[in-house]
């Protein structure tokens, strides 16, 4: 039976730990490397529904995109998600900005879904691609039915041919685009929108849930063909955020 180091290990080599962003925590989060894996569940986000998913399935192992730790932990307290992990023997391997770098991860995940072909940026963790030329609105549109989601866009009043991707918070991002006609991410502020309408960019914001979920059957894809011995289970995490 395969043991946690074992999908430590093979997350490592399609979506290297050490390629992650200075500010990011991917890797071996919570648990023991040496534990044998009964059944393993994959998700965006590690919260204590989801644990408990986990548990009624038998999974003693939670492969997440977003890190279960992210900043400094002071106390690890009953109710908080890494004392409920550690409870109930769950393991929690996490892989983030190693994924959206990666080929074939969070990134290319979306592009693919959106019919979009890319390739890499200067900064690895962004997608350059063209599209038939399009109206903003038109490709919001395209977007939008493609994720089932409504999606927020500031339209610069131009046709769209080259394009950029970051899934989830990818504004930051936007300069090392160079000359792009729209920029798709997930979150985006007003001042964000404002900004790119001023640059001549169309920014069509997707939202943080809807564009990196769609890595999970993909990942799930590639782990059950790794260790075909092994249930691995999508196990269907709902967007916490509601629209009205």
Not at 101 to 127: C, F, K, M, Q, Y
Request: one cysteine or more; a negative charge.
């Amino acid at each position: 039976m395969a043991k946690v180091k074992d999908f430590y290990d093979y997350l490592n080599s399609i979506a290297p730990f050490d390629t992650q962003e200075d500010w990011d925590n991917s890797g071996m989060l919570v648990g023991d490397m040496n534990a044998e894996v009964k059944k393993a569940a994959v998700v965006l986000d590690i919260t204590p529904e989801e644990i408990e998913k986990a548990k009624a399935i038998g999974a003693n192992l939670i492969i997440s995109h977003h890190p279960v730790i992210f900043s400094p932990v002071k106390s690890v307290t009953k109710g908080s998600v890494p004392y409920e992990l550690i409870a109930s023997s769950v393991n929690a391997l996490c892989c983030h900005t190693p994924l959206d770098i990666a080929e074939g991860g969070t990134n290319d995940s979306l592009a693919e879904l959106l019919g979009i072909d890319v390739t890499l940026a200067d900064d690895p963790i962004l997608r350059l691609g063209t599209v038939e030329p399009t109206t903003a609105e038109e490709l919001a549109e395209k977007i939008a039915k493609a994720l089932n989601t409504k999606v927020r866009y500031a339209d610069a009043g131009k046709k769209i041919e080259k394009i950029a991707i970051c899934t989830g918070a990818g504004c930051s991002l936007i300069e090392a685009a160079g000359e792009i006609d729209a920029f798709i991410t997930g979150d985006a502020s007003h001042h964000n929108f404002l900004d790119c309408v001023q640059q001549g960019i169309t920014l069509i914001a997707a939202g943080h849930y809807e564009t990196e979920i769609v890595v999970v059957p993909v990942l799930v894809k590639k782990l059950q063909a790794q260790f075909p011995g092994i249930e691995i289970i999508d196990i269907k995490q709902e967007n916490p955020i509601k629209f009205i």
